[in-house]
């Protein structure tokens, strides 16, 4: 699931917009999420989260997720539907005796806490999707002025994820294919194993870590006043979305303590 | 015009007795095509550091002698204002690709030396077309296969607009479909584009076909400075040296050559040489 949760180039109206914006939008759909807990709301707060993945166009790769994340809606929608024993009783899962009651409100809580928890981690990762990592973290930079060589050593660091992870297994082969064996049911010994794999990594790391230094230094890093190619500030349709989700979240908190979405 | 001279240049590591480098001269002309040869541990990628900054600002040891850029001396410049001059791609096309996806990746340079938005916009549309890979321009850098790496990281070097670009042995890393690609590139912006280029290299095939000079360096020192014509001709001293003789050159070496027969350096040479021999 990891490999499916990173950046999907599209040119959509989402991905259009500032990576400040839809962190506000996926902040903005925890605090709605947490609100309510009438399984009508959240519906349709599931419903809306679900039209911003179709307008990002990445509804289709969240696919898989999104019934990965089914799964666990089901058991958590059971658990509440078991132990939720108020109300008014439906039907008794040991017939006879009058054990284990299923009640209306169990199984609409279930729901409810179903919906809540896919809203919540799926606009999570339509944010994910529909914004570069570069862009989240300039944003950072540009807004909450982080230092740009903290931000940059991050970003370096998430770039080279994958070459580690491919010099991981040209280690572990190289060392496979000199009869060295790798695994074994022993935690401990497990452990163990990897040693030779581990030092010859560190050092291809370290090496690494120097070529990529001296790039850096030829490509002119710390030569003053930098710019950015890209635009990090918002644009109107960003102050705008940000000012609607505002007041439509202190709206919403008004509702709730009206009495309004609440089971 | 000299743009790059190189003055009793000498350096030592660290903690090493024996020097690197040994009172190198030479001096490279603007819009030449040089290439470097030599054995492993001959000092070649020494050099290149040299050049691009890296000794002394990022490497120490014993440095003597002078390198002149452009009439100022290399030494007393920072690496940022060497790099507005010299492009430097590396060998190992993963340890110098820095950004995530291809566009960023040829920004980089720009945005660290402050040119504004709009001009790196049109430095990488002009960087991209030049290695031909303007169709990667969206790709994320992981994707790309080892040719597309290195020609990245030349358009990367491109994109700061140097007059020299410094390569230190790119094709060592790349299958020959690779390697042609990056020598056709190469020759496409020396001869187009009038970039001088400075190629450390291995491949004698390749250099005997593009380049207009070769410097073969053996232990430090620079034992040939001459036309690759010159250069090749001189086979029992290139061997001795442990250089690769380009196998055109070394099989007319073997059958002679003389002025009406001169010595062939690609496979197109050969042909008219064996023609001329066999008409004799």
Redesign the interface.
Known sequence: MAALVEYIHEDSPVHRLNALTKIFWALFTLGFGLLFNDYRYLLALLASVLLVAASARVLQSLLPVISGLTVFAMILFLIQALFYNQGQVLFYLIPGVDRVPVTVQGLLSGLAMAARMMTIILSFLVFLTATRTQDIVLTLVEKFKIPYDYAFMFLTALRFIPSFLNEVKMVSDAQQARGHSIGGINPFKKIKSYAPVTIPLVLLSINKAENIAMAMETRGYCGGNRTCLRDTRMGRTDYLLTAALILLLASSATARAAGYGVM | MTLLKIENLTFSYPQSIQPALKNINLAIKKGSFTGITGPTGAGKSTLAYCL???IP??QGGKLGGQINLRGDSLFTL???????V???V?Q?P????????V??EV???????????EE??QR?AEALYLTGISGLR?RP??VLSGGQKQRLAIA??LA?LPEILLLDEPTSELDPAGTEEIFQVLKKLNREHGITIIIIEQKTEQLATHADRIVVLNEGAVVMDDHPRQVFSKQQTLEAVGVRIPQVAGLAGMIGVNDRTPLPLTVEQAHRFIERILRR
């Open positions: 691009n900054g890296i600002h990022f920072g690496t940022a204002q060497i790099s507005r010299v492009g430097s590396f190992d993963d340890a110098q690709i820095i950004s995530a996806d566009e960023q920004a980089f340079g720009p945005e660290n030396l402050g040119v504004p938005p790196i916009e990488i969206r850098t992981t990367a070097a700061v």
